[in-house]
């Protein structure tokens, strides 16, 4: 199973970055998908998910950014608009899935991580 991320990039303060991550490979059904992230110096965070169509955001970004997921695609997008200096961070896909092969949920799958600056 690979997750594959992209979008990310440099942003001036407020504005718009959109992200996606396509899951691929052994793949029997997808449970959930989410962002995390991770600041230099800090530990990684719970950014947003979605589970059956319920998200889930921390606070420092609600109303600010959006989840959505394209399960035919099996691919979870991110917008982010209003963006930060704060929201600076390499963020990461990550994945509830069951593979054909072991047919039991993991949630150990994560993209390789794509960079997101926000700065004038």
């Known amino acids: 199973v690979q997750l594959v991320e992209s979008g990310g990039g440099l942003v001036q303060p407020g504005g718009s970055l959109r992200l996606s991550c396509a899951a691929s490979g052994s793949i029997f059904s997808i449970y959930s998908m989410g962002w995390y992230r991770q600041a230099p110096g800090k530990q990684r965070e719970l950014v947003a998910d979605i589970t059956s169509g319920r998200t889930n955001y921390a606070d420092s970004v609600k109303g600010r950014f959006t989840i959505s997921r394209d399960n035919a695609q099996n691919t979870v997008y991110l917008q982010m608009n209003s963006l930060k200096p704060e929201d600076t961070a390499v963020y990461y896909c990550?994945?509830?899935?069951?593979?054909?092969?072991?047919?039991?949920?993991?949630?150990?799958?994560w993209g390789q991580g794509t960079q997101v600056t926000v700065s004038s």
């Open positions: 990550n994945a509830g899935i069951v593979q054909y092969t072991t047919q039991k949920l993991g949630f150990d799958y």
